[in-house]
């Protein structure tokens, strides 16, 4: 069974961890989550760990997360909300091995694009984070908002994509309420990656 280590901060809430959570409980996921990581302690995302008797630890420095993820024999490395630089080193270690959501819709190469649905090019949102990158998808009068879920590479916000989510804007969208729709799918896409990799020898 693999081993996932879950990466957080206090940026978010923590709902990919508990999307993960639920999956791994709900078997749709071969995995177990040998520990959940910080760089901050308030991060909300620890309570959802500490409810279901999950390791947590906190890393305030960038240089001992080798340590820290070679210490619990980890298989794949979830990035939810993680706010700290992932070193080359750890990049090195874990290549193809450490998952991202991205809230932008990346390319299959670095001169590519992804097409929309409706046949219109999808926006990559390189460099943006998720406020930034649902204020350009309402700004530029994009169709379709989207995220992607890809593996980290040196490359910023670029890597083999392993799954692709389109959400439909609309007139009337914010930033608030295009991202509570979109996120639903990015919880859902995090988990179906996860139970394809897991699955896979």
């Given amino acids: ?19 993960i959570i639920d999956g791994v409980q709900s078997g ?3 995995a177990t989550i040998a520990v959940v990581i910080s760089d901050k302690e308030d991060a909300y995302g620890l309570q959802r760990a500490k409810k279901h008797n999950i390791p947590i630890e906190i890393n305030s ?17 979830c990035l939810g909300g993680w706010k700290q630089i992932i070193t080359d080193e750890v990049m ?11 809230p932008g819709l990346i390319p299959d190469t ?5 097409k929309n649905p409706d046949g ?3 926006l990559w949102n390189k460099g943006k984070f998720t406020d930034k990158a649902m204020k350009n998808f309402l700004e530029t009068n994009a169709t379709y ?7 980290l590479t040196k490359e910023f916000d670029f890597g083999p994509v392993l799954g692709r989510v389109f959400e439909k804007i609309e007139t009337r969208d914010t930033v608030e309420s295009l991202y509570s ?4 799918k990015e919880n859902q896409l995090y988990v179906q990656v996860l139970a394809k990799l897991c699955r896979s020898k």
């Fill in 61 to 77: 420095d960038k240089e001992s997360l080798l340590t820290l993820l070679q210490k619990y024999n980890i298989d794949y490395v």
């Fill in 145 to 151: 908002a989207g995220c992607s879920n890809h593996f």
């Fill in 120 to 122: 219109t090019d999808g």
């Fill in 92 to 102: 090195n270690a874990f290549q193809n091995r450490i998952l991202n959501t991205h």
């Fill in 1 to 19: 069974m693999k081993r996932l280590a879950v990466l957080i901060s206090n940026a978010g809430v923590g709902t990919n961890l508990q999307a």
């Fill in 181 to 184: 729709r979109l996120k639903v």
């Fill in 110 to 114: 670095m001169d590519g694009v992804v």
């Fill in 28 to 30: 749709k996921i071969n």
